[in-house]
């Protein structure tokens, strides 16, 4: 049992400018309050891998594996060889207006006991997961605002990658 955490935020910008901000190679360098490093390790039309290295260390590797043009995309993350996490982002547009929505699903005690795991989830994951999230879609929006790289831990430091 693996149970999402999502957040979303309205961005500022048109969907074509956000598109290609989170499309481009090493865009975390520029949006993510937690990233120290992005790296391309493989960045062409048929394969999109990159690591990203934490304020406090941590590598996860990315490996995109679904990308759906102008409207988001899908990749596993986590250490190599490791397990790795399933994230969704994708662009939605409603009202006239743009939104980003981030979906983890997050390979933490999926092996557990149900019980364990939605003890964990509720009171450990999902709320920890949900800052992080707000933290990255808040960079996002502060990036197309200020057209500057985004202060480390600018929303707040988090104990899993600061």
């Known amino acids: 049992m693996i149970l999402p955490v999502s957040n979303e935020i309205e961005i500022n910008s048109s969907k074509k400018i956000l598109w290609n901000l989170i499309s481009s190679p090493e865009h975390l360098n520029l949006v993510h309050p937690f990233c120290k490093k992005n790296k391309i390790i493989k960045w062409d039309k048929n394969e999109r891998k ?4 934490y304020l406090n260390n941590l590598r996860y590797i990315r490996e995109f594996h679904i990308w759906n043009e102008n409207n988001g995309y899908s990749l596993f993350i986590g250490k190599e060889n490791g397990e ?3 994230v969704e982002w994708k662009i939605n547009s409603r009202k006239n207006k743009v939104f980003l929505k981030i979906k983890v699903y997050p390979y933490v005690f999926k092996n557990k006991n149900k019980i364990i795991y939605i003890f964990y989830y509720l009171f450990f ?9 707000e933290s990255v879609l808040k960079g996002i ?5 200020n057209k500057k790289p985004v202060p480390k ?3 707040g430091k988090h104990s899993w990658f600061s």
Not at 125 to 133: A, G, Q, R, S, V
Not at 141 to 145: G, M, T
Request: proline content about 4%; aromatic content about 16%; glycine content about 0%.
């Open 84 to 86: 790795r996490s399933k």
């Open 125 to 133: 994951i999902k709320p920890m997961l949900k800052k992080y999230l």
């Open 153 to 155: 831990n600018k929303f």
């Open 141 to 145: 929006n502060w990036y197309l605002r």
């Open 50 to 53: 990159d690591i990203l290295i």
